[in-house]
């Protein structure tokens, strides 16, 4: 599953749930669940769905958060339960997506997510098949749709929502054929622009994710 489409769910949760939410309510709380819904998925710089992915132990650290909220009141928890509960969501969500693998529409491992309590990985129940699959891509846009209709969001959370859903539907669009884009459109320009234009590369790592190196040409 796309981080966008983690982040966008947890901010559509929080604005859903904003009218129980009283005076902890408003942006940060909504920027929390953001922040919380992509940040596990920094880990695709390392071993993805396991660097960062701590089903377990994000919910263990939501729950006692919130504990200490209804504890003391202190609205600092308020955004930590909201941040951690999101990483909790994201990592549990992705059991529900596919395998962590260089081609995953193409899948030959049974990897979803790694649960560091148990010592083992998670299989993948392939209900979002990969990160950018169409429904990974309406997801995305329903999530973000749900949370710019909210009353919960004002002007500027709701310009941030339709970029990341304008940017979430072109790599849905676009996911498959990534890697062979830059070709494509080189092939249709003058050589003589091409030339002069940066290089650039578009790959499928290992991990499921797809990376973009430019190279300025000297
Ligand atoms: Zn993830």
């Known amino acids: 599953m796309m981080a966008l489409t983690h982040g966008a769910a947890s ?36 071993d993805h769905r396991k660097s960062l992915h701590y089903p377990v132990g994000y919910s263990v650290f939501a729950l006692g958060a919130l504990g200490g909220l209804l504890a003391t009141g202190a609205a600092p928890l308020a955004l930590a339960a909201v941040a951690v509960g999101a990483a909790a969501l994201h990592a549990w969500s992705d059991a529900l997506a596919g395998s962590v693998e260089a081609e995953p529409w193409n ?3 049974e990897r979803a997510v790694y649960n560091h309590a148990l010592g083992r990985w998670h299989r993948p129940r392939r ?4 990160s950018g699959a169409p ?36 790599y849905a669009l676009t996911r498959r054929r990534l890697a062979g884009l830059p070709g494509s459109v080189a092939s249709l ?6 030339g002069a234009l940066p290089s ?3 790959d499928e790592t290992d991990s499921g994710a797809t990376t973009l190196s430019i190279r300025f040409r000297p």
């Open 200 to 202: 650039v590369r578009v």
């Open 107 to 109: 899948p030959t491992t």
């Open 11 to 46: 901010v559509a949760l929080v604005a859903l749930a904003t009218p129980i939410l009283g005076d902890y309510a408003g942006p940060p709380l909504l920027l929390a669940a953001l922040v919380g819904g992509l940040a596990p998925d920094v880990d695709l710089l390392a």
């Open 189 to 194: 320009l003058p050589p003589r622009l091409v």
């Open 127 to 130: 209900y979002v098949r990969y």
């Open 135 to 170: 429904e990974d891509g309406l997801l995305a846009l329903a999530a973000a749709g749900v949370a710019i209709a909210s009353p919960a969001t004002g002007p500027t959370a709701e310009a941030g929502l339709w970029w990341l859903a304008a940017v979430a539907a072109g």
